[in-house]
């Protein structure tokens, strides 16, 4: 495997619409007004209890997700990486393979970001493979929980420089494409949403030093998939915190 290179740490822009929490607000009234309507059993010798109050969202830009303590519930794969086809555009691509890790650890490569993952609390590192249906690009994305928003960005930027060191392993799947992971050159980054640092390492399959062109294009598979999976599920907890 060649030296992973990296530059500044790629970057998502952050999508937790206001809107969304304003219609979840909304929804729930709405919930509200109509089960007031709704006339009690008739045999019932008891009125129904009320429901317990929704409480709102925590404060900042990833809501229950900022932080463990408001957002408990365990990640699933199925969660993150549920669909087997992910399309953005023309561009498609195909799961090959996930995989949970029994040790944080056991997911990445190099002392720091272990480090990085053991101050931080991980208890949890779910990655996953996809291969784009012409067969040229391939990459591994790692989903890693950690206790705070601090921890993550810790782990995130942990060995991060001109030639980067510390990185997610990649997960060769055992198609004809996707086994190619991790052989040859790549471009690993990461980003994170709350408490979650996202992982990512993304190659072409023949494993060369990819141009500043093709880093874009590595870069725009990395986002399709990622915006079609990973962020989907954790927006939801930053409006949930995992209990929605």
Not at 28 to 47: D, M, N, Q, T, Y
Request: hydrophobic share 35%; proline share 7%.
């Amino acid at each position: 495997m060649g030296p992973v290179r990296t530059g500044p740490l790629w970057r998502r822009p952050l999508v937790l619409v206001l809107a969304g929490l304003a219609l979840i607000g909304a929804l729930f009234a709405g919930l509200w007004v109509a089960a007031s309507r709704e006339e009690p059993p008739r045999a019932a010798p008891k009125p129904s209890p009320t429901p317990p109050p929704v409480s709102p969202a925590p404060g900042g830009k990833y809501g229950y997700a900022g932080s463990r303590t408001t957002d408990k519930t365990p990640l699933t794969a199925t969660e993150l990486f549920g669909q087997k086809k992910v399309t953005a555009g023309s561009r498609s691509y195909l799961r090959t393979k996930v995989n949970k890790e029994k040790k944080c650890a056991d997911g990445v490569s190099g002392e720091k970001i272990t480090k990085a993952l053991k101050d931080g609390g991980c208890t949890q590192l779910i990655r996953a493979s996809y291969k784009d249906t012409k067969g040229k690009i391939i990459g591994s994305i790692g989903v890693a929980n950690v206790k705070t928003t601090t921890a993550a960005k810790k782990v995130a930027s942990a060995g991060g420089g001109k030639e980067r060191q510390d990185f997610l392993k990649p997960l060769p799947g055992t198609d004809d494409i996707s086994k190619f992971l991790g052989t040859g050159d790549a471009y690993a980054g990461g980003w994170i949403h709350g408490h979650y640092t996202i992982l990512l390492w993304f190659q072409f399959k023949d494993g060369h030093n990819p141009s500043k062109t093709e880093l874009k294009r590595l870069y725009q598979a990395a986002l399709d998939i990622t915006e079609k999976t990973v962020f989907p599920a954790l927006d939801t907890r930053s409006l949930t915190g995992g209990h929605g």
